[in-house]
């Protein structure tokens, strides 16, 4: 059985962590679309790491767990590797999923970030285009 999340089942998953923690796996492809991630409600997060190593195409992978709060979704990484807050969201947009990531270590470091700020305030929906 693949552990293996994408599409509709991913968001599912992502607003599950508006609730509290989950665990998370995260192995990087080449590209962005070969990146795998690996969620499941009540595996440990290392097993999670080794799944998506195994069903990735990536060498490296991380693991731990991670919680939505808003627009921002957060992992705390038990085993992180480089720039994967930038990869993390790139796959994630790729999934039509738009949160930014900030990256923690097990201690509740913050070891990296990818925010984006809005650019442009947006309109109040109460306002329509022509009162304005």
Not at 75 to 104: D, G, H, R, S
Request: charge should be positive; proline fraction near 6%.
């Amino acid at each position: 059985m693949g552990l293996k999340v994408e599409g509709e089942e991913l968001k599912k998953l992502i607003l599950l962590g508006k609730k509290g923690p989950l665990p998370f796996g995260f192995c990087p492809g080449a590209k962005d679309a070969d990146h795998t991630i690996a969620i499941h409600r009540s595996k440990k997060p290392s097993l999670l790491g080794k799944a998506s190593k195994a069903e990735g195409t990536g060498n490296k992978f991380a693991f731990g767990t991670f919680q939505v709060d808003g627009r921002i979704i957060t992992l705390t990484c038990e085993k992180e590797l480089p720039e994967i807050a930038k990869k993390f969201k790139k796959y994630l947009k790729l999934q039509k999923i738009a949160l930014n990531v900030i990256v923690l270590d097990a201690n509740g470091e913050e070891l990296s970030r990818d925010i984006e700020e809005p650019s442009e305030t947006p309109v109040p929906s109460s306002v329509s285009s022509d009162q304005v």
